[in-house]
């Protein structure tokens, strides 16, 4: 799945992933949306942001 940067991060959700393109300062996701998988997990380590792409740039 891929999404566009958005301007503004979804509320209520705490991402410290810095090494994501959404990633912004202060723990959050800009992704306009995000997905989550697999479907079936049974705990925290079964579950994956399938939102996520590489960081391809510099953070100051």
Known sequence: MHVNN???H???VKCTV???QYYA???YCTAPSIEIQ???AKDTQE???AT????QGMRG
């Not at 996520?52 to 960081?55: A, D, I, L, Q």
């Open 6 to 8: 958005s301007d503004e």
């Open 10 to 12: 979804i509320h209520r």
């Open 18 to 20: 810095n090494t994501c």
């Open 25 to 27: 300062e202060g723990d």
């Open 38 to 40: 697999p479907r079936n």
């Open 47 to 49: 579950t994956d942001c």
């Open 52 to 55: 996520f792409r590489p960081y």
